[in-house]
C-alpha cells in the first residue's frame, strides 16, 4: 500500500488472489489440474492472457462496485495473499513472475504484509532462482516432493528423484525465505509404511515451517484412474492408508507443527495465508486457465484450454467455463465442510442458525455413531471430527446435510 492509496481510500475488493501457471514439464500420470506440457514459446502469450485478465477483472470490480453501492465485499481493505499455483509456476522465469506480480499489485492494493505463496518443483529450485524470488518479493514457497524415495517418485510418475529433492530442500533451508512448506504423499503405490514414515522423519528434519500431507487420489480420466492394477491396488489398501495418516498426524504434532486443516500442518503463525482466507470464507479472484473465484455467492471457474482462454481475451469476452450462484443448501453444505475439515469443527447452534436449517434424528443419531467410534467428540456447541473422523471428513459432511438440503 503507498501513501496515494492511503489518502485516496482505495481498497482491495478480495483478501486473496490466486494466478494459475499451467505449464509442467511432464504430464504426471495422476494429475487431474489444469496442466499442459512446457512450451517455453507459449509463456509470453499466456502471461499477456493474464495480465489482460486481471487488468480487466479490476476494472469490472470497479464499475461493479459503483454501480452497487451495497455491494457486500468481504470487509477485507487490502490484498492479504497471492498465490501462485499450479501447474508449475517454477516454469517461469523470474521476470516473467515479475511482470504478473507488478500487474497483480497495480490492480488491487496490497496490505505491507502481503504473503506471496509460490509453489515449485524441485528440478527448477536453484540459488539464483530462489534469490530472484525473494528479491521481487516472493515470501513464502511451497515444494511439491511427494516422497525422497527415488523409486515411489518413479511409480508417481515424477520426474526428479530423491537426491534432487534433497538438493532443493537445502538450497530452500539456506535461502532468504524463510516460510516454506514440503508436500508428502502416501498412498502411492508400494509404498510401504515404512516407506512413508521414512520420508516423513527425513522432511522433519529440515524443519519445514510447513507440512502438507496428500493422500494419492485416482481420478477416473487420468492415467491412474483407466489403469485397472492401480485401482485395485488403491481399494485393497485403504486400511494401510488409514494407518500412514494417523501415524503422520501424530508424528507431525508431536514435531510441534500444529494440524489446521485435514491435510495442513504448520508452525503457530506459519498457517498458508490463502488457506486460511478462502476456508474462512472469504472471496477470491482467480486468474489463468482452469482458476476458480469466488464472490457474492457466486463462484466461477475459467476455461481450461489455453487456446480457448486466450481467444475469449482476445475477444474480450471472459474466458469462463462456469458460474454459478450458490443456493442457501450448497452454502450450508460447504461451509459445513470447511469447518468439519478444520480441527475447530462446527458451531452447530451457529450453522443452524445461519442457514434456517435443524438436524433431525437421523442427523443426531449420526454424530452419536461417529463420537463412539473414535470419529469425533463434542466441544460444547462444536462438533469436531478427530483425525480418523478428518479422512472421511467430506463423506459426513453429506450425511449430516438434512435430507431435503441434498440435491
Ligand atoms: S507437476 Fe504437479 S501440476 Fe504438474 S502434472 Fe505433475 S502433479 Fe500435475
Known sequence: MNLEQKNQKIYSPVPAVYLH??????????????????????????????????????????????????????????????YFGGGTPSSLTIPEVELLLSQVRNCFPCSDQVEISFEMNPEDVNPEYLSGLAEIGVNRLSLGGQSFQTLTLKKLGRIHSGLELRKAVKAIANSAIENWNLDLMFGIPEQSIAMFKNDVEEALSYNPSHISLYGLEIHEKTPFGKNKQIRKWDTEHQQQFEEMYLWANARLIQARLFQYEVSNFSLKTKEGRNNLLVWSGNEYLGFGVGAHSYLSQTRW????????????????????????????????????????????????????????LQWKKQQLDLVEELCTAGRAFRKGQHLCLTAKGMLLADRITVELMPESHIK
Not at 31 to 57: N, P, Q, T
Not at 332 to 350: C, D, F, H, T, Y
Open 301 to 356: 471457474g475459467n476455461k481450461r484450454s489455453l487456446n480457448t482462454y486466450l481467444k475469449d481475451l482476445e475477444h474480450n469476452s471472459w474466458p469462463v467455463d462456469f458460474e454459478e450462484q450458490l443456493q442457501v443448501n450448497e452454502q450450508a453444505a460447504e461451509s459445513l465442510m470447511l469447518a468439519l475439515r478444520q480441527p475447530k469443527g462446527v458451531n452447530i447452534e451457529q450453522w443452524q442458525k445461519r442457514f434456517g
Open 21 to 82: 501457471i499451467p505449464f509442467c514439464r511432464h504430464i504426471c500420470p495422476f494429475c487431474s489440474f489444469a496442466v499442459r506440457r512446457d512450451r517455453v514459446e507459449l509463456h509470453e502469450k499466456y502471461i499477456l492472457g493474464m495480465l489482460d485478465e486481471i487488468a480487466r477483472r479490476a476494472a469490472w470490480m470497479k464499475e461493479k462496485k459503483q454501480i452497487n453501492r451495497d455491494l457486500k465485499l468481504s470487509g477485507h481493505k487490502f490484498l492479504e495473499s497471492i
